[in-house]
């Protein structure tokens, strides 16, 4: 079966904008819709006095809790899935040891 090579757009054409072409009904005019600006939620705000010392132990304590649920929760998986949790975890506790550095350069405790 010879199948035939459709032709290629005439360049000409093909360049010039659509209102030069008289192919109006085509491209329809985009639809201008204001979009209003992304407000993030304030429902969990963090308050801004707080220093970077009580911020830093308080994200150390959650990885730490996240670190002990992915665990957990690899404990019932089984394969790739459960060998996909437990590199989470292992990203979760880095995120920890790097928090636990940074406290350390705050505060020494020498």
Request: no cysteine; glycine share 8%; hydrophobic share 45%.
């Given at each position: 079966m010879i199948r035939s090579t459709p032709s290629p757009p005439d360049s000409e054409?093909?360049?010039q904008p659509m209102s030069q072409t008289g192919d109006h009904h085509h491209n329809p005019q985009?639809?201008?819709i204001a979009i209003p600006p992304h407000k993030p939620s304030t429902m969990f705000v963090i308050a801004p006095?707080?220093?970077?010392?009580?911020?830093?132990?308080?994200a150390c304590e959650?990885?730490?809790s996240a670190s002990v649920m992915a665990s957990d929760f690899a404990a019932f998986l089984e394969g790739s899935q459960r060998n996909t949790m437990?590199?989470?975890?292992q990203v979760i506790m880095l995120a920890e040891l790097a928090v636990n550095r940074a406290l350390d350069n705050i505060d020494p405790q020498d």
């Open positions: 054409t093909a360049t985009p639809l201008k006095g707080i220093n970077t010392e009580t911020l830093l132990a308080h959650s990885l730490a437990l590199g989470i975890q």
